[in-house]
């Protein structure tokens, strides 16, 4: 079985930085992309960004410039560091790690969710 824990969320003032990490253990035989999403009430699922076994990256519109995801193979964590806050991003922030499969597949793992709350 593989594990997602997150951390590093939690109430930011507007304008401050957090960085979220998402530790992944258990029986893993490789991992391709790593993501992070966020889901804001009544809003659907977004993807936030995204980081490829190679280091490419690609980033939603609304945090350019603003975010930054970086992932560590040998920790099989990936990071997010938002700057410049704002109150809409506050949200349920997920990551999302590609794992491979003994057969040669890809099957999508999900974190449990850490809540960012960018309030005065």
């Known amino acids: 079985q593989v594990q997602l824990v997150e951390s590093g969320g939690g109430l930011v003032q507007p304008g401050g930085s957090l960085r979220l990490s998402c530790a992944a253990s258990g029986t893993i035989f490789g991992i391709r992309g790593m993501a992070w999403y966020r889901q804001a009430p009544g809003k659907q699922r977004e993807l936030v960004a995204f980081?490829?076994?190679?280091?490419?990256?690609n980033y939603a519109d609304s945090v350019k410039g603003r975010a930054t995801i970086s992932r560590d193979g040998v920790k099989r964590t990936v990071f997010l560091q938002m700057d410049m806050l704002k109150p809409e991003d506050t949200a349920v922030y997920y990551c999302?790690?590609?794992?491979?499969?003994?057969?040669?597949?890809?099957?999508?793992?999900w974190g449990q969710g850490t809540q960012v709350t960018v309030s005065s």
């Open positions: 980081i490829g076994s190679g280091g490419s990256t």
């Open positions: 999302n790690i590609e794992l491979r499969t003994p057969g040669g597949g890809i099957e999508g793992k």
